[in-house]
C-alpha cells in the first residue's frame, strides 16, 4: 500500500462516513427502512475494504471504481439528503465535485474507460424513463456504447 492510496482512501472514507449520514438523517423518500439499512451496510462494507480487503486491490486503480461506486448515487440523486452530502463534501474540503456525467459523454462523443461505459449501462434505461435524457440521447448513448464495445473487443 503507497502513502498515495493511503491518502486518498482516508479522504474517501470521510466521503463514506458522509454518505452514511446523509442516508441515515435524511432517508430518501422513495425507501423503506430496510432499503436504508442495506444502503448503510453496503457504505460500510466500501470503507472496510478501503485497508482491510484484499491487498491486491488496494491501488489507486481499483480506488477509482470505488470513488465511483461510493459517488454514483450521489452525482445522479436528487433530494434533502443529497444536498447535504455535497455541502458536507464542501465543508470538510475533500476536493470531490458532482458532474453531470452524461453530458460530459455526450459533449465529448465518447465513451473513454470501463467506467463510463458501466455507468452509462447501468442508467441509460431510467434516465430515459425518467426523462432525465431524450430519446435522441439515449440512442446517440447507445451508439456509443456499440463503438466502445467494438473498440474494447479489437483491443482483445
Known amino acids: 500500500m503507497t502513502q498515495h492510496y493511503i491518502q486518498e482512501a482516508q479522504r474517501l472514507g470521510k466521503a463514506i462516513d458522509i454518505a452514511i449520514d446523509s442516508f441515515l438523517k435524511y432517508t430518501p423518500k422513495d425507501f423503506e427502512q430496510k432499503h436504508t439499512d442495506h444502503m448503510v451496510k453496503v457504505y460500510q462494507s466500501l470503507k472496510e475494504g478501503l485497508f482491510n480487503g484484499d491487498a491486491r486491490w488496494q491501488n489507486l486503480t481499483s480506488l477509482k471504481y470505488l470513488v465511483n461506486d461510493v459517488f454514483i448515487y450521489f452525482q445522479e440523486s436528487s433530494g434533502a439528503g443529497v444536498d447535504y452530502f455535497w455541502r458536507q463534501i464542501a465543508d470538510q474540503k475533500l ?14 462523443n465518447r465513451i473513454k474507460d470501463d467506467i463510463e461505459y458501466e455507468f452509462i449501462t447501468d442508467v441509460m434505461v ?8 431524450t430519446a435522441e440521447e439515449a440512442k446517440i448513448l447507445n451508439e456509443l456504447l456499440v463503438k466502445f464495445e467494438s473498440k474494447a473487443a479489437k483491443d482483445r
Do not use: D
Not at 95 to 108: D, F, Q, T
Not at 126 to 133: D, L, S, V, W
Open 95 to 108: 476536493g470531490y465535485k458532482r458532474e453531470n456525467k452524461v453530458a460530459k459523454i455526450l459533449k465529448r
Open 126 to 133: 431510467p434516465y430515459e424513463q425518467e426523462n432525465i435524457i
